[in-house]
């Protein structure tokens, strides 16, 4: 079917860091957007908020009553690398195997999503030509989700661009289920990268003495293991989710002394300092200055010669000083909205899940604007970031199926705006 060919064709551009061919998945998107035949209705800007490299492209389709807040749709363009030797495919291929499995770097995280909305906003107008949405509804496809957001998502929220939309509800990538039910989200970690450091006593390799660099790290290092296990039994234990936890995983290591430019090491010397680097993740609900103090005294004393340094990826509060959480109540009158749209083609949603890892979402929500994280893959393996990402054919085109649902009723929605 075509709109499967459209999901290889972009799937097919690789916008995987370090280098993501950011102009070419645009000028596609763009295209895709504009062979959408409804003349004079739907449009399309490109905006460059930090260089030429970087550009985000937006896609509206008017409302009749564009003094309603709009609806805003995310997907993010960029991936993160692949390792095309560990694959069974090369991960740019969009092979579609036998059993209709499409293997790509990014079929579910997140090009899926980018290219059923346009297939949805299609069928919705080839169905019903005289379709006109009440709420605005927009697109973006933005750069660098995978490195932060930084240079796109957290840029766009401050333009001009993004305030004149009047953006009410917000729609962001999900995760894929293993069962039959649509999973959703409304909250992200949020992520802190941790770096630690240990200077010591430099010596003789063959010495025997306290306080050595190396030492004081692995010291942390167990303690640092010790409380990830306490976090990981609590999961294990079925007492909490994943995603209800502090996660703290171990990224790097680094210590010792180069022998020259061979990559290999002085084996007869003692580093006077050593680090590690850990993805930490923390729900919404924890209080981030216990983690903090728990790092300092720790993980990182200074009575052990340790320092340490806490990059912040994004907000833990909203503008409010609330963590940022989007209600799945009568509070929110978009949650049942989104819930009946979901349920009226067919689909079930289970429980609303926090997110593990972390989205753009958090952009939204800081400004207090209701979000989901929602990417229609159901019995399907999660394997973002994974080798062999893939996604199934059918899977795909039920998704399609089921942002129809989601954008018509998103869009004619009239009731209160909280
Ligand atoms: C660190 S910002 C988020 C980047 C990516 N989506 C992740 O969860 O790791
Ligand atoms: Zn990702
Ligand atoms: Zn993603």
């Given at each position: 079917?075509?709109?499967?060919?459209?999901?290889?064709?972009?799937?097919?551009?690789?916008?995987?860091?370090?280098?993501?061919?950011?102009?070419?998945?645009?000028?596609?998107?763009?295209?895709?957007?504009?062979?959408?035949?409804?003349?004079?209705?739907?449009?399309?800007?490109?905006?460059?908020?930090?260089?030429?490299?970087?550009?985000?492209?937006?896609?509206?389709?008017?409302?009749?009553?564009?003094?309603?807040?709009?609806?805003?749709?995310?997907?993010?363009?960029?991936?993160?690398?692949?390792?095309?030797?560990?694959?069974?495919?090369?991960?740019?291929?969009?092979?579609?195997?036998?059993?209709?499995?499409?293997?790509?770097?990014?079929?579910?995280?997140?090009?899926?999503?980018?290219?059923?909305?346009?297939?949805?906003?299609?069928?919705?107008?080839?169905?019903?030509?005289?379709?006109?949405?009440?709420?605005?509804?927009?697109?973006?496809?933005?750069?660098?989700e995978e490195i932060?957001?930084?240079?796109?998502?957290?840029?766009?929220?401050?333009?001009?661009?993004?305030?004149?939309?009047?953006?009410?509800?917000?729609?962001?990538?999900?995760?894929?289920?293993?069962?039959?039910?649509?999973?959703?989200?409304?909250?992200?970690?949020?992520?802190?990268?941790?770096?630690?450091?240990?200077?010591?006593?430099?010596?003789?390799?063959?010495?025997?003495?306290?306080?050595?660099?190396?030492?004081?790290?692995?010291?942390?290092?167990?303690v640092v293991s010790r409380f990830r296990e306490n976090q990981f039994d609590l999961v294990k234990a079925g007492v909490l989710a994943n995603s209800e936890v502090i996660s703290a995983n171990p990224v790097y290591l680094r210590a010792g002394i180069p022998s020259s430019s061979d990559g290999k090491f002085v084996m007869n010397m003692q580093p006077s300092e050593a680090e590690g680097g850990y993805d930490v993740r923390l729900p919404p609900t924890v209080d981030p200055d216990l983690l903090k103090k728990r790092i300092a005294d720790e993980w990182a004393p200074a009575t052990r010669n340790m320092s340490y340094h806490i990059v912040e990826k994004g907000p833990l509060r909203d503008y409010m000083g609330r963590p940022l959480i989007t209600a799945t109540n009568d509070s929110n009158p978009w949650w049942a909205v989104f819930k009946h749209a979901v349920e009226d083609c067919g689909g079930k949603l289970s429980k609303p899940e926090i997110l593990a890892s972390t989205t753009d979402a958090r952009y939204m929500r800081v400004r207090g604007i209701p979000t989901f994280g929602f990417s229609p893959m159901k019995n399907t393996p999660i394997l973002l970031h994974d080798h062999n990402e893939f996604l199934k054919d059918t899977v795909f085109l039920e998704g399609i199926k089921v942002y129809e649902s989601i954008i018509k009723a998103l869009t004619s929605f009239k009731g209160a705006t909280p």
């Open positions: 079917t075509p709109a499967i060919t459209r999901f290889q064709q972009y799937l097919r551009i690789n916008t995987a860091h370090p280098h993501p061919d950011y102009s070419a998945a645009v000028s596609f998107l763009d295209g895709l957007a504009k062979s959408i035949p409804i003349p004079n209705l739907l449009h399309t800007r490109t905006l460059y908020l930090t260089t030429p490299q970087k550009p985000l492209l937006l896609v509206t389709l008017p409302g009749s009553n564009p003094s309603l807040p709009s609806i805003l749709l995310n997907s993010h363009l960029d991936s993160v690398p692949a390792e095309p030797s560990k694959w069974s495919h090369p991960p740019f291929s969009a092979v579609r195997t036998k059993d209709g499995s499409i293997f790509a770097r990014g079929a579910q995280d997140d090009k899926c999503i980018a290219i059923q909305y346009l297939e949805a906003i299609r069928n919705i107008l080839h169905k019903d030509p005289g379709f006109r949405p009440i709420r605005t509804l927009h697109i973006c496809y933005v750069p660098d932060g957001g930084l240079d796109g998502m957290a840029r766009f929220v401050e333009s001009q661009e993004f305030r004149d939309m009047n953006v009410g509800f917000f729609l962001d990538e999900g995760q894929a289920s293993l069962n039959d039910e649509y999973r959703v989200f409304y909250a992200d970690r949020s992520p802190w990268n941790l770096v630690i450091k240990a200077t010591g006593q430099p010596g003789h390799g063959s010495k025997m003495f306290d306080n050595s660099a190396m030492e004081n790290l692995m010291k942390s290092v167990e």
